[in-house]
């Protein structure tokens, strides 16, 4: 057995793995990249769709306010918690998380506006409500490694949108794709959405974006990536320069938060971008994309 240290400058990934841990979820050859449809949208090709959207839908008006905007500025995909991994187990009227009334503003999100819906489960109960609103299911963070839902989820056989646990290597993330594919879902999207080192410059910021793992990812897997950079960062003024990062660094995509008044968000309220931020965000995003031959939608 060779290791694969030989080839590439990875750390903690052989060719055994490959061959035998997620052969799913690796490259068949170099130039071996899926591209996921979810209905006419592509994600792991020439275009960059965006994912913009509330941390949490709070109530029908701003889920509306918000998709109205995004979508006028050409956007397809609409992120939004429905329901939400809340930090404390305590609510109120401002720290809540809106359950099945939410999917009902997202469902008239999708029906005012055409777009498509990306929304997380936490739960294997909650799969068949949000099945029939969800365009992508998000998998969050802290259920990375939540197998038994990843195998729930990936028999609805709706693309799902897998994100890395701040402390997860490549290789654990990889095996939690794999754990998808195995189920047959070949519509997986992985998403870097920062991970938890020592050192940051202020203690708002909690997470670290890891650029690094879309070009180590994309020696590895032909599975498309994004970045969520507003949760990475979790502060308002980093969120531009990390997107426009992404897209540099090879980002497929790009989540990011948009709120219609930021500063009273029910939830997270330091990292959404207001609508004229999102606005100049686009605008140099798009010029970063043009510069790289793709199109960011
Ligand atoms: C989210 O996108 O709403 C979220 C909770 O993200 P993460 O799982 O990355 O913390
Ligand atoms: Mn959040």
């Not at 979508?71 to 397809?76: D, E, F, Q």
């Not at 939400?84 to 359950?99: H, I």
């Not at 299911?137 to 490694?145: A, K, P």
């Not at 690094?212 to 498309?224: F, N, S």
């Amino acid at each position: 057995m060779t290791n694969i240290q030989n080839k590439f400058p990875g750390k903690d990934i052989t060719e055994e793995d490959i061959k035998s841990k997620f052969p799913l979820a690796a490259k068949r050859n170099k130039d071996h990249f899926s591209v996921i449809k979810v209905k006419d949208v592509e994600i792991g090709g020439d275009k960059i769709p965006m994912m913009a959207g509330p941390n949490t839908v709070e109530n029908e008006e701003m889920a509306l306010k918000i998709a109205e905007n995004i979508s006028k500025l050409g956007n397809r995909i609409f992120r939004g918690g429905a329901f939400k991994p809340l930090s404390f187990p305590y609510r109120s009227d401002k720290y809540f998380e809106p359950r099945e009334k939410g999917l009902d503003w997202l469902k008239s999100v999708k029906e005012k506006f055409g777009l498509l819906i990306v929304t997380e489960v936490m739960d294997i109960r909650q799969i068949d409500n949000i099945s029939k609103v969800a365009d992508i299911l998000q998998i969050g963070t802290r259920n990375m490694q939540n197998y038994p839902l990843l195998v729930e989820c990936a028999k609805t056989n709706i693309p799902i949108l897998l994100k890395r646990h701040y402390g997860a290597s490549l290789r654990d993330f990889l095996g939690s794709a794999e754990y998808i594919l195995n189920e047959g879902n070949k519509n997986v999207i992985l998403c870097e959405r920062g991970v938890s080192i020592p050192h940051t410059h202020r203690s708002t910021s909690r997470f670290s974006l890891d650029l690094q793992i879309i070009p180590a990812a994309k020696e590895i897997t032909h599975l498309p990536i994004i970045t969520d950079p507003s949760h990475a960062t979790f502060w308002a003024d980093w969120v531009e320069p990390m997107a426009l990062a992404s897209i540099g660094a090879g980002a497929d995509g790009v989540m990011i938060e948009v709120h219609n008044d930021p500063k009273n968000a029910a939830v997270d309220p330091l990292q959404p971008l207001d609508f004229e931020q999102y606005k100049n965000l686009l605008i140099k995003l798009k010029k970063i994309a043009n510069s790289l031959e793709k199109q960011v939608i």
